[in-house]
């Protein structure tokens, strides 16, 4: 049983002489004498051991060499082999891992094992490379494998390109714009977007990811040029870049409902124009403003801002139509409200009215005048005070026009404010039809003095109460009498009821006593 456990035991060709002698050390003292095991390491030592006493198996090969390498450059790949027998032609090979078919290099040696590849570095280079050692002229050694290597191939970044992947460089707010930086070369690369020169970072509705750049509901703000500039990293003082060439984009604002208005324009005393303005808040020319009286187009022109102005011919006092201006540039249409056609003179009477503001002590601190005309549609209104024009803004005075309804002047009351207010309104195209309010003199005790008609309105009431005072007082007189004049009557008829039962009673008593 011994020597069937001792013959049944197979040697590695890559086995240190001391592992097995370990081995077999531990197999003797189980199942064999001292003897027994100093013979068979004897005939192991034999086997092991070549003429000249070296090892008769392959070590472990090691393998060196640069981490990064980069594209067409050439690198040097050393495998060592430090275990090996003498004479033996040994055959050192460079593969990568899992595919022993393409062979990236070789080299066999006698006196050595020490092996360099040479290798001008592709991108097919990258990944896992290790070593195989094999014993040319003698079949009984395997064949060894160094640990892998892994070797990082840079091909160096070109021809960066921006594609516009939402197809077009002009669109409307809204949409979503999608860029992506191509490349002609270029691996481990890494990505980032400027516009207008400035970097593009990602947010809520901007997103870089990768080569790609998406801008959803972009507006405006997200027009300008863009590019990428496209980079990988080789070493600390190695880098590769390329920057692409500048695309603009262009995002357009859809253009707003139009505002409508009406200018009168006088050519001479009996011709009119009316210049009619059609002006939108926002969108990006050229945009195209339409005319429309009712159903039918009175006028149209493309302009290169957001106002347009058309001349219509006019006759004051009459109803002409219904305008209405219709915006577009290039998304959709847009309307503004219906304006009438229709030019109305000033007429008079212009009246002026004010109210007032009262302090902490009852005093005017404030006045406001209203001046507004009979009819008029495009009237305009002056402020006097005394011959003087209030216009504008002064130190106690503001005016603000809301034509066509009324004009109002804002006073702070002090001396300065005091004198004679009157308002003029005429024809905002036509000066001659100036016609004046009434005049109001004010000032600063003529405005805290109780008018007439209030004082009279007090001392009325205060009359009134007298009177009626007076008059409950006589009435509770007059009714104090009458109740007075009843009572005595009702007692003296009293008087004579009891007078007369105490004669009743004497009379019948009289015949009893006698």
């Known amino acids: 049983m011994c020597v069937h456990e001792c013959v049944s035991v197979k040697v590695n060709g890559t086995a240190h002489i001391d592992e097995l002698y370990v081995k077999f050390s531990a197999l003797s003292s189980k199942y064999c004498s001292r003897m027994f095991l100093f013979l068979l390491v004897c005939m192991l030592g034999s086997c092991f051991c070549g003429k000249e006493g070296g090892p008769s198996f392959l070590g472990r090969p090691e393998l060196f060499g640069p981490s990064k390498a980069v594209v067409n450059e050439v690198v040097d790949i050393t495998c060592l082999l430090s275990v090996y027998p003498t004479n033996e032609a040994i055959l050192m090979e460079l593969f990568k891992e899992g ?92 990505y980032k977007w400027l516009v207008n020169g400035q970097l593009v970072s990602s947010s809520l509705l901007r997103y870089v990811v990768h080569d790609q ?22 070493s600390a003082t190695r880098d590769f870049a390329s920057n692409s060439s500048e695309v603009v984009i262009t995002v357009k604002d859809v253009v707003s409902n139009p505002d409508i208005s009406i200018r009168v324009l006088k050519e ?75 030019v109305v003179s000033v007429a008079g009477p212009v009246t002026m009215k004010y109210d007032y503001d009262i302090g902490d002590n009852y005093a005017v601190t404030g006045l406001r005048f209203y001046c507004k005309a009979r009819k008029g549609s495009h009237p305009q209104y002056k402020w006097f005070l005394n011959q003087t024009v209030l216009e504008g803004r002064g130190s106690f005075y503001y ?64 009359a009134f109460l007298l009177v009626l005072v007076a008059a409950c007082c006589w009435t509770g007189v007059l009714f104090r009498r009458r109740r007075i004049g009843e009572k005595s009557i009702v ?16 009379d019948i008593s009289t015949p009893f006593s006698s």
């Open 99 to 190: 595919n022993r078919n393409k062979l990236l290099g070789f080299y066999s040696s006698l006196d050595g094992g020490n092996a360099s590849f040479p290798i001008v570095i592709t991108t097919s280079h990258e990944g896992n490379l290790e070593c195989v050692a094999t014993a040319q002229n003698n079949s009984h050694l395997q064949p060894a494998v160094s640990y892998t290597h892994y070797l990082q191939v840079i091909e160096p970044v070109a021809g960066a390109e921006v594609i516009i992947e939402s197809s077009q460089k002009e669109f409307f707010e809204g949409g979503t714009l999608k860029l992506r930086c191509t490349l002609k070369a270029g691996n481990h690369v890494s």
């Open 213 to 234: 750049l998406l801008i959803y509901r972009a507006s405006s703000a997200d027009s300008g040029s863009y590019m990428c500039v496209a980079a990988n990293h080789y």
């Open 268 to 342: 001479d005393p009996h011709n009119y124009l009316a210049v009619v303005t059609c002006q939108s808040t926002r969108g990006t020319p050229p945009v195209t403003f339409s005319l429309y009286n009712r159903t039918e187009l009175a006028f149209e022109m493309t302009v290169d801002e957001r106002k347009a102005t058309f001349k219509v011919p006019l006759v004051l006092e009459r109803h002409l139509g219904w305008l209405q201006c219709q915006a577009n540039n290039g998304d959709q249409v847009a309307y503004s409200t219906w304006l009438p056609l229709e």
């Open 399 to 462: 005016t603000v026009h809301q034509p066509p309804e009324q004009s109002i002047l804002l006073l702070s009351v002090g001396s300065s404010s005091a004198g004679m207010y009157r308002c003029e309104v005429s024809d905002i195209f036509d000066n001659s039809t100036a016609i004046s309010s009434n005049k109001q003199y004010l000032d600063k005790d003529v405005l805290n003095r109780l008018p007439l008609i209030v004082v009279a309105v007090v001392f009325g009431c205060f």
């Open 491 to 506: 007692g003296q008829k009293m008087e004579t009821f009891q007078a007369c039962e105490d004669e009743l009673v004497c």
